[in-house]
């Protein structure tokens, strides 16, 4: 799986353990929070056969 080429949307802060949106088989292993104007942070993703990918995130509300 490669990163995607935009930000991940997501409704809430992702947490270890919890599935890519888009890939379920892959797991959170790390999550980043970062101060940055463009994005809120990098969770790092883990796979089968030890694939990992790092995705950067933004938090939009469900309004």
């Known amino acids: 799986m490669k990163p995607s080429f935009e930000p991940l949307v997501l409704k809430t802060h992702p947490t270890v353990g919890e599935p890519h949106p888009k890939s379920p088989e892959m797991r959170a292993v790390q999550v980043r929070l970062m101060h940055n104007s463009d994005i809120e942070g990098k969770v790092i993703y883990a796979g089968p056969k030890n ?4 995705e950067s995130f933004v938090l939009r509300s469900a309004a």
Do not use: D, I, R
């Open 51 to 54: 694939w990992q990918v790092t």
